[in-house]
Nanobody, 114 residues
Framework: QVQVVESGGGLVQSGGSLRLSCAASRIISSITAMGWYRQAPGKQRELVATISRSGSTTYADSVKGRFTLSRDNAKNTVYLQMNNLKPEDTAVYYC????????WGQGTQVTVSS
């Protein structure tokens, strides 16, 4: 059974926008945080943005002011609005869910052309 479902990736031009969605299965209970990480070829996976159960958010410095993370706790879903995308944002984006254990999505490709 798929536990984490991601959508919204794609190809956009520099300066464009994308909205990523991540829906965690309702069978996952006691979620403490959800968010997104990304990994570019040859690079280590890095934090993009997370939101805790209390609603506090954390953003990588590289995306502050451009990306916005929101949530719908009732739906176990988070949304990452990505504006003013840059080629440096090109990566596979992975949804992360913290609960009793950690869950990862399979990744969705975001490609930003110059």
């Amino acid at each position: 059974q798929v536990q984490v479902v991601e959508s919204g990736g794609g190809l956009v031009q520099s300066g464009g926008s994308l909205r990523l969605s991540c829906a965690a299965s309702r069978i996952i209970s006691s979620i403490t945080a959800m968010g997104w990480y990304r990994q570019a070829p040859g690079k280590q996976r890095e934090l993009v943005a997370t939101i805790s159960r209390s609603g506090s958010t954390t953003y990588a410095d590289s995306v502050k002011g451009r990306f916005t993370l929101s949530r719908d706790n009732a739906k176990n879903t988070v949304y990452l609005q990505m504006n003013n995308l840059k080629p440096e944002d090109t990566a596979v984006y992975y949804c992360n869910v913290n609960a009793v254990r950690t869950y990862w999505g399979q990744g969705t490709q975001v490609t930003v052309s110059s």
